[in-house]
């Protein structure tokens, strides 16, 4: 039983640059949230999508959205990076009505 | 609002026991209790739901103090790995999922 995967592992981006970040969710969960987690602090909530809509957002300005698709795998896009947008972004899946999240190995994202 | 986590940090040698604490300002629904290894992503230890529920497994338990919006984490003769960093993460209802800034416990042999 695959678990979440996200992709890809590493990524290095300019300022101003724009970027996607994938994340597959473990089987039969319906439900993604994505997190931030700077160095040395616990994850930031960005958003959750359940059924292809945004469910719920955190408190991340514009630049941050994202997309789930009819095979609960998602996408979170960042444009117009800022160097304080370096950390290791995380995806979490569960299934709708539990509490349990399950985190992927994340992403981390370093902008130079 | 951001739970505040207590102790920051604490080391420990193998068999000690420890407890974490995690603390809100806000009338808590449920508290999650994750452990992240350096690099790894955070992993599902438990969740307790309002009513001063305990849980546990093996030698980790948790209780959840409705009416102080606490939380602890108790580690029972720890072994070497439980080192990790402890995140709680508590809820207010349906809202998001939001994390307290880690304890980092080291355990040594």
């Known amino acids: 039983d695959a678990g979440v995967t996200q992709s890809p592992t590493h990524l290095i981006k300019t300022r101003g640059q724009q970027v996607t970040l994938r994340c597959s969710p473990k089987s039969g969960h319906d439900t993604v949230s994505w997190y931030q987690q700077a160095l040395g602090q616990g994850p930031q909530f960005i958003f959750q999508?359940?059924?292809?809509?945004?469910?719920q957002r955190g408190n991340f300005p514009d630049r941050f959205s994202g997309h789930q698709f009819p095979n609960y795998s998602s996408e979170l896009n960042v444009n117009a990076l800022l160097l304080g947008d370096s950390a290791l972004y995380l995806c979490?899946?569960?299934?709708?009505?539990?509490?349990?999240?399950?985190f992927g190995p994340g992403t981390r994202l370093t902008v130079t | 609002q951001q739970p505040v986590q207590s102790p920051q940090a604490v080391i420990l040698r193998e068999g000690e026991d420890a407890v974490i604490n995690c603390s809100s300002s806000k009338a808590l629904y449920s508290v999650h209790w994750y452990r992240q290894k350096h690099g790894e992503a955070p992993v599902f230890l438990m969740i307790?739901?309002?009513?001063?529920e305990q849980k546990g497994h093996e030698k980790i338990s948790a209780s959840f103090n409705e009416k102080k919006q606490q939380s602890s984490l108790y580690l029972t003769a720890s072994q070497l790995s439980y080192s990790g960093t402890y995140f709680c993460g508590t809820t207010v209802g349906n809202e998001k999922l939001t994390f307290g800034t880690g304890t980092r416990l080291t355990i040594i042999p």
């Open positions: 979490a899946s569960s299934l709708d009505g539990s509490y349990e999240q399950y």
């Open positions: 307790l739901l309002k009513g001063g």
């Open positions: 999508y359940y059924e292809e809509e945004e469910r």
